[in-house]
């Protein structure tokens, strides 16, 4: 169906998935939480929803080309198909991720509705090069977002990579508070020396055009 409205098959016009269909569909993966949660307090109750910024986040919006959207729910979701080897192009390059030879740092958030951490651990079997899977507690928002200062929350490391997710987390230790310090730790071990960032934006060629974010995220479809 999303494919005839959006998609352009069949001779239809091509169209635009709006940034709040694709909210409303992440939203009701977990109805009671993120959807009747707020009709009850909101709706039936009249309370004003309590401030929380996280939900500033949530609610950016983005619109999607149709034809793209509905060509990577096909291809990547539906048929599986971005783990085969040569099987997608793109701009006539066939992808295989087994080639991409770099160090690669994977997390998964432990009750993420959107990227089960499971399945973000299958990225493991996939890729090459030296791999590090960190697993975080929380969603999928709230498990990123997690400044150490706060101490909140906590993580779990395993330097093996068995075949099975289960496996991994049944040999892996949990740590108290944000994954962030493991990360920068892992990055300073893949990064070259520290440089002094630069005291201006651009250069004699590309000279800056206006201060960030720029106009196009101000812009409405």
Same mark, same amino acid.
């Given at each position: ?101 770099? #160090? +690669?740092?994977?997390?998964?958030? !432990?009750?993420?509705? %959107?990227? $089960?951490?499971?399945?973000? =651990? ?75 960032? #630069? +005291?201006?934006?651009?250069?004699? !060629?590309?000279?800056? %055009?206006? $201060?960030?974010?720029?106009? =196009? ?5």
């Amino acid at each position: 169906m999303r494919e005839a409205t959006l998609g352009g098959t069949s001779g239809a016009p091509c169209g635009l998935l709006r940034g709040v269909e694709l909210a409303n569909t992440f939203s009701f993966l977990r109805p009671n939480d993120l959807v009747w949660n707020y009709v009850v307090d909101n709706y039936l109750k009249g309370n004003t929803p309590v401030p929380f910024d996280l939900l500033f986040w949530n609610g950016d919006a983005t619109n999607l080309p149709g034809p793209w959207y509905c060509w990577y729910l096909r291809h990547t979701y539906l048929q599986d198909e971005l783990k085969v080897p040569g099987k997608l192009t793109v701009c006539n390059e066939p992808v295989d991720l087994g080639a991409i030879d770099v #160090p +690669t740092y994977i997390y998964g958030s !432990r009750e993420d509705h %959107i990227v $089960p951490w499971t399945a973000a =651990y299958s990225s493991t079997a996939l890729l090459n090069n030296k791999l590090r899977f960190v697993l975080g507690a929380s969603g999928h928002i709230a498990g990123v977002i997690n400044p150490p200062a706060k101490n909140k929350r906590s993580h779990w490391t395993n330097d093996a990579l068995p075949a099975s997710a289960h496996d991994w987390l049944a040999g892996a230790e949990e740590h108290r508070g944000s994954w962030w310090p493991d990360w920068m730790a892992w990055l300073g071990k893949q990064a070259g020396a520290k440089r002094a960032a #630069p +005291t201006g934006y651009g250069n004699a !060629r590309f000279a800056a %055009i206006e $201060p960030a974010p720029g106009r =196009y995220v101000k812009a409405k479809a």
